[in-house]
């Protein structure tokens, strides 16, 4: 398959048309730099409009669907995602319409006043197939928790510490049995990541050649050095915007999933070397959208055939919080057609402090693999999400505390609301974000072994092989993710 450049938005065929494993019930230029600031709540561009009112109904009841929401909502222009090739809705185009139509996963994203909630509701009660009626959601990219490369002082400190520490009593700060053990075993050398060496893909035989991976985020460095000459399909699905990744986020993401094994610097940091990766561009130089361009990208990849699905992406749950149907209906329909979607757990605990935040959404979807991070000391990262709420458990945990992987070259230019400071070509970041496509990485390889495997097998499959370590459930599922 040719590589494809940015593009913002897909072909249309024709005029619009109206009518997991179960858990508990549970390209743009370059931009000049701006200068650091005080980290500020993240939030959609000003141009991106408001969130609409996500409509989950039964996908062979669309016609029903639709009559209802016109004679209860008002609900005139229907966009559809079977109308674009490969699904690819363009969000721009469909903009003016009153509701979005993702077909394949049994969602719509309708645009309502206010006081039309109440019509809404009320279709939602009749029988007209609308199964559930939610507010649209804005997701971020759930990477490196800390601004202005705060882990990078802190280790500063650290050395610091242990250097005085030294001069003063003759030894030396380091963990003490098991965990001083891993520290050793799992570091970061010139020929492998540390995270690569704790999951055993530096081992693993595959490279996830024949495996369609997708990794739905803020898109990709298209000409980086790494991925030139590689297979890739891209799709942008935030309006007037590329695929072009000008955040530094999801080029991070795509390179430890499906990155080279041999980069031209440095230590070898992918894992599914010769997967065919769709980038899907869901959330903006910003690192945030609303929710639709992620369920667009979900589209898309299914449509596409796609057999794992990473998103490096999430929203807050408040404790007692529940999942959002629609996105749980959008992974069962993924689980149906054999692809496996891998969520981040989200990155709001503070666990130092005794703070441990429910599971993010979507990652909090039954039917959504949640992953949370680990550092190489075989500890949960101080701001992993964990358990709290009866709905929204995790799954399995990787490696995701000073993650080595791609970045833009030139480096990605600063963006709100954390305006970090990339390095060029390679970085270091931390989140569950980065622990994320470590899962997906090695769910591609494992797919490419076992070709036949369903993606609920797959799913069980990872959980099975995963390393048990001396930490709850709540914090890390079944334990450390292996190949």
């Not at 409509?55 to 995602?81: H, M, Q, Y």
């Not at 971020?140 to 202005?148: C, D, H, R, V």
């Not at 610091?160 to 001069?167: E, F, G, M, P, S």
């Not at 595959?206 to 891209?234: E, M, Q």
Request: contains cysteine; glycine residues 10%.
């Amino acid at each position: 398959m040719a590589e494809t450049r940015a593009s913002t938005g897909a072909t249309r065929r024709r005029p619009a048309q109206g009518p997991g494993p179960a858990k508990r019930a549970v390209d743009a230029p370059r931009r000049a730099p701006s200068t650091h600031r005080d980290d500020v709540p993240p939030q959609i561009p000003e141009d991106d409009g408001q969130p609409g009112v996500l409509v989950t109904f039964l996908p062979e009841r669309l016609n029903d669907t639709l009559k209802g929401l016109r004679s209860t909502a008002g609900i005139a222009t229907v966009t559809a995602a079977r109308d674009f090739d490969s699904g690819a809705v363009d969000l721009a185009e469909a903009a003016g319409s009153d509701m979005i139509v993702f077909n394949e996963l049994g969602v719509g994203v309708v645009t309502v006043d206010p006081d039309q909630m109440g019509h809404m509701m009320q279709a939602a009660a009749s029988d007209q197939g609308i199964v559930h009626v939610e507010p649209e959601p804005i997701f971020w990219a759930t990477g490196s928790p800390s601004p202005f490369d705060s882990l990078t002082y802190l280790r500063g400190y650290r050395d610091a510490v242990n250097h005085l520490y030294q001069r003063l009593a003759g030894g030396q700060l380091e963990p003490e049995g098991e965990l001083a053990a891993a520290a050793k075993a799992f570091q970061d050398n010139a020929t492998r990541t540390w995270g690569l060496a704790a999951t055993h893909a530096i081992d693993a035989a595959g490279t996830g050649r024949g495996v369609k991976l997708a990794v739905l985020d803020t898109g990709i460095d298209l000409d980086h050095p790494d991925f030139v000459g590689r297979a890739i399909t891209s799709q942008s699905f935030i309006p007037g915007q590329g695929v072009q990744d000008d955040n530094g986020h999801g080029t991070h993401c795509a390179g430890t999933a499906g990155g080279t094994r041999t980069p031209g610097s440095g230590p070898r940091y992918g894992i599914a070397s010769d997967a065919t990766l769709f980038i899907g561009k869901v959330l903006s130089n910003q690192g945030s959208a609303r929710g639709r361009s992620t369920l667009a990208g979900i589209e898309w990849a299914l449509r596409n055939n796609c057999q794992v699905i990473s998103m490096s992406l999430g929203s807050p749950v408040p404790v007692g919080g529940t999942f959002s149907v629609a996105f749980e209906q959008a992974a069962q329909a993924a689980l149906v057609r054999n692809a496996l979607i891998v969520a981040a757990a989200g990155n709001d605990s503070d666990r130092r402090s005794g703070v441990i935040a429910p599971v993010n959404s979507p990652a909090n979807s039954p039917s959504i693999m949640a992953v949370a991070a680990l550092d190489r000391f075989m500890r949960i990262a101080n701001f992993s999400c964990g358990a709290v709420n009866a709905d929204g458990r995790v799954d399995i945990a990787g490696p995701g505390v000073d993650i080595l992987s791609s970045s833009p070259d030139p480096a990605a230019p600063l963006q709100p609301p954390r305006f970090r400071r990339w390095r060029a070509r390679t970085d270091v970041v931390s989140g569950t974000s980065q622990a994320t496509p470590h899962v997906a990485g090695i769910a591609a390889l494992l797919r490419e072994a076992n070709p036949d495997i369903s993606a609920a097998d797959l799913w069980r499959k990872l959980v099975a092989g995963a390393r048990a370590l001396q930490l709850p459930a709540s914090d890390i599922g079944a334990g450390l993710v292996q190949s």
